[in-house]
């Protein structure tokens, strides 16, 4: 595996290209050369000055150009969009070919690339389509707090139907098969009711004993250490204090909630069970800042952490 990393610039319109300049100039010489960013290299100069910082960006852009760069920070653009897309795009075909290691992406608009033709709900709907991958999940992981996710961007109706035995069973596998990859021995799995109290025996629902005490028997079966369903509203509180190393998250909201309230600025989003490695920032594009040179990117700096840490730890 590459021990390079990817970073793709994200919405040329949004703070990606400044979050992206301020990791590179914070790294060592070392880093610096284990470092790719894929974007466009005039909207990274525009990044820099509205940023302040010098960092010599030769030999470190894999450089897409589109009709006006740099665009107006802050504004919706397809244009802007489609660029986003083709970043990602050429970032994955470099990770098939094995010229990096792990892609590491910046935030897109999901408006501005449905408005290019690029109808996907996110990154990670884009990147399992773009590997012709069977699965992936969303993993938000920081230091106290992990979360899996059993389904992410649809309605929560239809996150309801799609909390079934086998779903959730698959979603502890992933979850289990990649703790184990970043060095967690024998990782230690709750698994969140979907229901309040987890359907307090059938009062308030029957799938939480219809469908998810099944798929925590099967896990526990195979030699996963599984256990649940726990009613949302205390695992997350015992997982962030130490009873588990992850939580099974039924829907969206349900995991990013918790995630997002105790580590904001340092929580990554990995994709899990692509057939490439692929962390990101946990925020959007921040078109009210986009320009103005004072985005945070402790988040990007996460997200490369974690990506050295597969390329460095992991192989597949």
Not at 131 to 136: C, L, Q, R, V
Not at 137 to 156: E, P
Not at 270 to 299: C, Y
């Amino acid at each position: 595996m590459s021990d390079i990393i990817g970073i793709t610039m994200g919405d040329p319109a949004g703070v990606g290209p400044e979050i992206s300049v301020k990791a590179l100039a914070g790294m060592s010489a070392e880093d610096k050369a284990r470092t790719r960013i894929y974007g466009n290299r005039a909207t990274l100069e525009a990044a820099k000055a509205a940023v302040g910082v010098e960092v010599d960006l030769d030999g470190h852009v894999v450089n897409i150009d589109y009709d006006g760069a740099p665009l107006p920070w802050g504004q919706l653009s397809p244009v802007a969009g489609d660029a986003a897309f083709k970043f990602i795009e050429k970032a994955v075909r470099d990770a098939e070919a094995g010229e990096i290691g792990c892609i590491v992406t910046a935030p897109i608009n999901k408006e501005a690339l449905n408005l290019a033709g690029h109808h996907y709900d996110g990154h990670t709907g884009m990147l399992r389509s773009l590997t012709n991958a069977k699965a992936a999940y969303m993993l938000l992981a920081s230091d106290r707090l992990k979360v899996i996710h059993v389904s992410t961007h649809v309605s929560l109706q239809e996150a309801i139907r799609r909390s079934t035995t086998e779903r959730v069973l698959a979603t502890i596998r992933a979850g289990n098969n990649h703790l184990k990859r970043i060095g967690i021995a024998a990782p230690r799995i709750a698994v969140a009711g979907l229901n309040p109290h987890c359907g307090e025996n059938g009062l308030f629902g029957t799938e939480d004993m219809e469908q998810l005490v099944p798929a925590v028997a099967l896990a526990r079966e195979e030699g996963i250490d599984a256990h649940g369903p726990i009613s949302a509203d205390t695992v997350f509180h015992r997982a962030y204090n130490g009873a588990f190393d992850l939580v099974i998250a039924q829907y969206h909201d349900q995991g990013h909630i918790p995630i997002k309230l105790v580590a904001f600025d340092d929580a990554v989003n990995v994709s899990v069970e692509l057939p490439i490695d692929r962390t990101s920032v946990d925020h959007g594009t921040a078109f009210d800042i986009a320009g103005k040179g004072i985005a945070n990117h402790g988040n990007m700096l996460s997200a490369i952490a974690y990506a050295r840490k597969l390329v460095s730890g992991g192989t597949k």
